[in-house]
């Protein structure tokens, strides 16, 4: 398992172009014994691997996406492999191979006490970018799961009652005319400059959204030379926000603004919404049962070659980074934890009503199933996410033990589901409770597909 994970690490694919690591797991799950249905949901890198025909079916859950300009040795300063390359600065490489390994044991375990369902591990490209996950609950693939179970490397081992936020993203093309920008500036229409004042008028916008909203964009596309009034422009936005309805009021304010700008500057809009996520549902009688069996598994002991390196990292972290980064947690007693190296606890399961401020395509699933993503310690205490030192410590002693952890817990969990009909009764009657009259629509359309040539394609 530890062997898979590095080679995963090794490989640091990005989104959707996650073959050899994709392959690495259906091939592992294929060898012992499960059907794997490779390319699912329009997606090469996406597959589901199968063991057992009847209910319940539980559902376990594996991410393999790197992050791009991540690159990253095995050290704890900030040292690339090759500058630029991506890294997995998420642990994606842990994501996947601890879901993997459950998924494995929880086989072994049905065999050898014959119980009764099915087990099913779920291959997830492009959590970090495309949402893998939206595409193959849009197309059915977790319709008749009974629960479902995904493990996170983080720096606490925790199964949390937060939701995330719900997010859309789209690109507003702008379409103008070029021009000499010095001989003729009267005859061309600037698409970049439609672009800024769209930006402008979203970062006044900024005041008069709620206070958990997130807008963040980046220019994908301003111009050829400064001697040419450019006739294209495009930018890229994503749209936070705790719940559908609240992101749908403010993506269609973004959307008056950037009109509003075409129509300042003269030039045509067209806008393209290429993905979104939902909130996560959180579910307390899983989230209860994780920390019961990290509790009887018991946290990983930690070499003193692992406290070194872990104490190295910790010296690239300032304590105003690492105090905020606990105080963002919620968690209850935060502050005992500032003087902590490692998390060595496993607190109860808190932040009911909270919102975190990121968002993961595990949101969709947890509409569709009761549905726990909970975290094991792998990195020490502050690390920021998406960093250098993410990428690091998910490829070291750290990571391995924690995988390990995460994998016994996670089957652990899986098997007292399996085991308990009444648990998953009772994990579904809470799951319908906290939906209520809410419904969910796939925040993408039909027509909509992966964008496979994503890292090909040239700009307009
Ligand atoms: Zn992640």
Not at 190 to 213: K, P, T, W
Not at 273 to 292: D, K, S
Not at 369 to 379: H, I, K, N, Q, R
Request: glycine residues 10%.
């Amino acid at each position: 398992m530890i062997e898979l994970s590095d080679k995963i690490w090794e490989l640091a694919e990005l989104g959707l172009i996650e073959f050899s690591s994709s392959k690495l797991l259906a091939d592992e799950l294929e060898k012992h014994g499960f059907k794997v249905e490779r390319g699912i949901a329009g997606m090469p890198t996406a597959f589901v691997a199968a063991w057992g025909e009847t209910k319940p079916v539980l559902g376990i859950m594996g991410e393999y996406d790197a992050l791009p300009g991540l690159s990253q040795r095995r050290e704890p300063r900030k040292t690339p492999v090759e500058p630029g390359k991506p890294g997995h600065g998420c642990g994606h490489n842990i994501h996947g191979t601890s879901g993997m390994a459950a998924a494995i044991a929880v086989k072994m375990a049905m065999e050898k006490y014959g119980l009764k369902g099915t087990v099913r591990f779920y291959g997830c490209p492009a959590e970090e970018n495309f949402s893998g996950k939206v595409f193959m609950v849009r197309d059915g693939y977790f319709d008749d799961v009974d629960a479902a179970l995904s493990h996170h490397p983080g720096s606490m081992n925790a199964a949390t009652l937060k939701s995330c936020l719900a997010v859309s993203s789209a690109k507003f093309s702008f379409y103008g005319k070029a021009s000499h920008a010095g001989g003729s500036p009267d005859q061309g229409r600037s698409a970049l400059d439609a672009v800024e004042l769209m930006n402008v008028g979203v970062n006044f916008l900024r005041e008069h959204v709620i206070q958990d909203a997130r807008i963040h964009y980046i220019v994908e596309k301003g111009g050829e030379q400064p001697n040419i009034v450019p006739a294209y422009a495009r930018s890229w936005y994503y749209i936070r926000a705790p719940e559908r309805d609240q992101l749908e009021y403010i993506y269609n304010w973004v959307l008056d603004i950037a009109k509003g700008a075409a129509t300042m500057t003269r030039t045509e809009l067209k806008h393209e919404l290429i993905g979104g996520l939902h909130n996560l549902v959180p579910n307390r009688t899983i989230a209860e049962l994780v920390v019961r069996n990290m509790r009887e598994i018991g946290p990983p002991e930690w070499s003193d070659q692992e406290r070194e390196f872990a104490e190295e990292i910790a010296k690239s972290i300032t304590p105003e980074m690492k105090i905020e980064e606990l105080r963002k947690s919620k968690r209850p007693g935060w502050e005992k934890l500032v003087d902590k190296l490692i998390d060595d606890e496993i607190p109860d399961p808190w932040g009911g009503g909270e919102v975190s401020h990121g968002s993961t395509d595990v949101g969709d699933v947890s509409w569709q199933t009761p549905t726990v993503e909970f975290t094991t310690a792998t990195w020490v205490l502050g690390t920021p996410g998406h960093s250098w030192q993410g990428v690091a410590q998910s490829g070291v002693g750290l990571g391995h033990k924690s995988l390990i952890f995460a994998a016994k817990v996670m089957a652990g969990t899986a098997i007292d589901l399996l085991m308990g009909e009444d648990l998953i009764e009772k994990a579904k009657k809470e799951h319908g409770q906290r939906i209520g009259k809410r419904e969910y629509r796939p925040p993408i359309s039909v027509g909509v597909n992966p964008p496979l040539d994503i890292w090909s394609k040239p700009g307009e």
